[in-house]
Structure formats: C-alpha cells, structure tokens
C-alpha cells in the first residue's frame, strides 16, 4: 500500500467523470493545446512516423490522438494506471476520430508498475507528460528501472516535472505562472529541485534537462537516456 495520493486515487470520483463524459478533464484539460504540443515538441527532437513511440501514463488520449494520427499504423502505444481512461479515450476519442484502424486496441494497457513487457518490442521514443507531477520521484526511479528493457539504448525517454528552485524553501508551496498551478514537495501535484531530478536517475542512465519548452502551465521538459 502506498503512503501517498494523488487525486487519480479517487477510482469513484474517475469513474463518474468518465460516465458523465468529463474524460478530458479528469485528466486536466487543455485537450488540443497539450496534445499539439506534444506532437510538435516530439517531431522538432526527430520524432518521424517510422518511429514506435510509447506514451507513459497516457490517460484518455489527449496526445494518442494527434500521435496516432502523425505515426504509421500500430507505431503509437500507451500505458496508463486507469483502464476506464484508456476505454473512453479509445472509443470516444481514437474511434470517434476514425483513427481505430491505425492504433490496435491491445497497444493500450493498464498498469500500475510501468510494464511494458506486454508489447514485445523496445521502443524508439517515450513520453510521459504531467505524470510524474503527480507521484513521489522516487516513482521516476521506478519506471525507469522498469521500461528499461523496452526502450533501446540512446533512445529518448521524456518526462516533464514541476521545477522547485534549489534554493527555494523546501517546504512553502510554490506557485507556477502561467497556469497558476500551485505546487509542494510531498503533496500532489508535486515539484522537485533539479538535483533531486539528478539523483532520482538511476546507474546506467543519463539526464538532459531540457527546462522551457511552453508548456501552459509551466512544467519543465528533462530526457533520459540509457547506455544499453
């Protein structure tokens, strides 16, 4: 049993905003800005349709949608810890936007522990975007150790993250502009200082971090790589 929440904890809560058809705001909004922005931040750091790219923590597809539509057919995959997300995005979204034949309904799967194994390949980009602001790093750690094996050495892996000055007060919240997004060490949504995102990189692995990349709401962009 964790020792910490984050609002996507509340399965009651989730589940009745999906029946209600609040899918894209569960999982924060910004539907097209975010998913653009995704899209375009992942084809400027050489992101071409050939590539297999997994989408880490993808909720209802908000980027599966412009990816899906940009890759070759069955080159877009997502994991998510939420089944009831990965349904809504792929019938309400995927299917709706008749994108159904160029992303396999098995290329989406739930999971708590960052399994990619499910797939059988190792993939040439990875994206997790407004995941890791909601957990502890030290389930960045985690996910590193475990997508290893499924993501070839040297490929890109990016995560975005709330950035806490170091010589911030470790303890006072911490407000982000723009979006006015309000941010703690311990709590969700989370920050972290910069040598803490440092320390949270496992042996093996390498951290670029990339910082502004305009993101609305001012999350930070950073790339990890492993050595294979």
């Not at 908000?62 to 810890?81: H, M, S």
């Not at 040297?154 to 502009?177: C, K, N, Q, W």
């Amino acid at each position: 049993m964790s020792n910490w929440y984050s609002h996507y904890d509340d399965i009651d809560g989730l589940r009745g905003a999906v029946a209600e058809g609040r899918h894209r705001d569960i999982i924060g909004g910004l539907w097209e800005a975010l998913g653009t922005l995704q899209l375009d931040f992942l084809k400027q750091q050489g992101l071409q349709p050939g590539h297999t790219l997994i989408d880490i923590g993808c909720g209802s597809l908000r980027a599966g949608v412009p990816l899906t539509r940009y890759l070759d057919a069955g080159n877009y995959y997502g994991i998510d810890l939420r089944p009831e997300l990965l349904e809504a995005g792929y019938d309400r979204e995927i299917a709706a936007e008749g994108l159904a034949e160029k992303l396999p309904r098995d290329n989406l799967h739930a999971t708590a522990e960052f399994d990619l194994s499910v797939f059988g390949i190792k993939f040439d980009y990875a994206i997790a975007q407004s995941v890791f602001t909601h957990m502890p790093i030290s389930r960045l750690t985690d996910c590193l150790l475990a997508i290893r094996p499924n993501i070839k050495a040297g490929a890109p892996v990016y995560i975005t993250f709330f950035e806490r000055p170091e010589d911030a007060d470790p303890s006072a919240p911490l407000p982000h502009e723009p979006g006015g997004i309000v941010t703690h060490p311990g709590e969700d949504p989370y920050d972290v200082k910069p040598s803490a995102l440092r320390a949270a990189c496992p042996p093996g692995w390498s951290l670029d971090i990339i910082g502004e990349w305009n993101h609305p709401r001012d999350q930070r962009m950073a790339c990890f790589r492993h050595e294979g």
